[in-house]
């Protein structure tokens, strides 16, 4: 049973920072395509950083130099080290797993249709 959990968000001032987690079960992260999504009001969902399972990464331009994925597998949890704080950057954040049998994840994936798994959201507020 693949389940995703996230956890970390909050409200904080500009210029502040969180760590968003996301305690991954039923598979391994560290074999999976993960990536993490948000959404703010009347906006479509849009990707902000993705993780393969080579450790290659991808980020967003709009966070790039802001904003790190990274995944810790002892855990099975991926993480979203956020600085920097723009109100902008208000959204609800999501992450997701592309999990398939046998699979190994290559490259990062940006299409959010590639992915089949995803977290309840976590909300981040800047202001």
């Known amino acids: 049973h693949v389940q995703l959990v996230e956890s970390g968000g909050g409200s904080v001032q500009p210029g502040g920072s969180l760590i968003l987690s996301c305690t991954a079960s039923?598979?391994?992260?560290?074999?999976?395509?993960v990536a993490w999504f948000r959404q703010a009001p009347g906006k479509q969902r849009e990707g902000v950083a993705a993780?393969?399972?080579?450790?290659?990464?991808t980020h967003a331009a709009s966070i790039k130099g802001r904003f790190t994925i990274s995944r810790d597998n002892a855990e099975n949890t991926l993480y979203l080290q956020m600085n920097s704080l723009k109100p902008e950057d208000t959204a609800t954040y999501y992450c997701?797993?592309?999990?398939?049998?046998?699979?190994?994840?290559?490259?990062?994936?940006?299409?959010?249709?590639?992915?089949?798994?995803w977290g309840q959201g976590t909300q981040v507020t800047v202001s």
């Open positions: 039923g598979f391994t992260v560290s074999r999976a395509c």
């Open positions: 997701a797993a592309r999990v398939v049998v046998s699979g190994y994840c290559f490259s990062p994936r940006w299409d959010a249709d590639d992915y089949n798994y």
């Open positions: 993780l393969a399972a080579t450790g290659s990464t």
